[in-house]
């Protein structure tokens, strides 16, 4: 059984960081996708950012305010910086194991306060 486990969220003031973490539980290699999605309040869920491979790629809003590394093939962490109210939301932690084996985390919220 696959688990994404997420930590770090919290409550900031703006221009504030926040370090996420995201630990799967299960067999996973660096060649498989993670990544993180963020939520605010509707049906909406966001890429902040994905790797696979060695590459990450980001959102277009992310502008060099977050960064995803991945410390072993099952332990990926999303450093954000710079934080703004708008950045207010539920982070999710995402594996792509293959075989459309996609898993999702349960969620970290993250509070920006102005």
């Known amino acids: 059984q696959v688990q994404l486990v997420e930590s770090g969220g919290g409550v900031v003031q703006a221009g504030g960081s926040l370090r996420l973490s995201c630990v799967v539980s299960g067999t996973i290699s660096t060649s498989n996708a993670m990544g993180w999605y963020r939520q605010a309040p509707g049906p909406q869920r966001d890429l902040v950012g994905i790797?696979?491979?060695?590459?990450i790629d980001y959102a277009d809003f992310v502008k060099s305010r977050f960064a995803i590394s991945r410390e072993r093939a099952n332990t990926m962490y999303l450093q954000m910086n710079s934080l703004k109210p708008e950045d207010t939301a539920v982070y999710y932690c995402y594996a792509n194991l293959g075989w459309s084996q996609e898993y999702w985390g349960q969620g970290t919220q993250v509070t920006v306060s102005s």
């Open positions: 790797t696979a491979g060695g590459r």
